[in-house]
């Protein structure tokens, strides 16, 4: 068993990673939900606010399925958690995988994409950098580890949370992920 299957509820990837592009859509295996897919909005080496470590924008959609698709619905206002910055090591060596590149059209963009920063306690959009008052679906400014996707993934879709260091205090306490 490896690492990423004792910490995560991902499955080991299939297929060698490399360096994510902008369109670039990709899937996930997850041990409860099956497949999972999303696209990279857009690269990051920090906001104009400089709100995010470098990482890759993306969606991740609330489509699921028990068999690879190599073109997955790909729903902006279905997305199962709200739009997420993802270290570029999970396209690399973790669980994204690349499916395919297409060219992102305006209507393949949420409006808005708010985020809610820790810090400063006020709400932003990502590609201005402005502050903004807040637009659902609204997520916490930073770069998310793996294992803190996972989490969120999971509590979202009513799974069982994988025990790691991350998560294993949150679990006891009875404490939600989305709340960080």
Known sequence: MTKQEQETNFL???????YP?????????????????????????GSKEGK???????????????????????????????????FFYEFSS???VKIKNIKLK?????????????LRKKY?????????ERVEPCGNSGTKSILYIDALISEAKGVPIAVNNLTEDRIKNGSKFKNW
């Open 12 to 18: 080991p990837r299939e297929k060698v990673g490399r």
């Open 21 to 45: 592009k902008e369109g670039d859509v990709f899937y996930y295996k997850h041990k409860h939900l099956g497949y999972g897919y999303g696209v990279v909005v857009t690269l990051s080496e």
């Open 52 to 86: 995010f470590w470098a990482g890759a924008l993306v969606y991740l959609y609330d489509n699921f399925s028990k068999e690879l698709e190599n073109d997955p619905k790909l729903n902006k206002n279905k997305l199962v958690l709200p739009p997420t910055c993802a």
């Open 94 to 96: 973790g669980p994204f």
């Open 106 to 118: 305006k209507e393949d963009f949420l409006d808005v994409n708010c985020f809610y920063d820790l």
């Open 124 to 132: 932003f959009d990502f590609f201005s950098g402005k502050e903004i």
